[in-house]
């Protein structure tokens, strides 16, 4: 089995490679991969996708894409501040 950990291209978790998933129509580099979570939007895209034209799919998906990283980074300050609150107050 491969053991090769790597990177989500969207919210950039770490996952081992064969757990890995296809992130087209939301990346389009064929290369990328994505962990579960990331994939059930590629996936809802996919369905979402079938009832609006092939033009308007890059753009959309742009969208789509900044809003799941920007709701990432979010998660992460947020669950960063929840740890060192919970630190904080442990130490007392
Ligand atoms: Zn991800």
Same mark, same amino acid.
């Given at each position: ?6 990177? /989500?291209?969207? +919210? *950039? ?14 990346? @389009? =580099?064929?290369?990328?991969?994505? /962990?579960?979570? +990331? *994939? ?14 092939? @033009? =308007? ?8 894409? *900044? ?26």
């Amino acid at each position: 089995m491969n053991n090769n950990v790597i990177e /989500c291209k969207i +919210c *950039n978790e770490k996952m081992m490679e064969f757990e890995s998933n296809n992130p087209q129509p939301l990346l @389009e =580099d064929f290369g990328d991969r994505v /962990c579960r979570d +990331c *994939n059930d939007y590629v996936t809802a895209v996919r369905i979402l996708f079938r009832n609006i034209p092939y @033009e =308007d799919h890059k753009h959309i998906s742009n969208i789509i894409l *900044n809003v799941m990283k920007m709701a990432n980074s979010l998660k992460r300050s947020r669950l960063d501040a929840h740890y060192m609150y919970k630190e904080l107050i442990e130490d007392e």
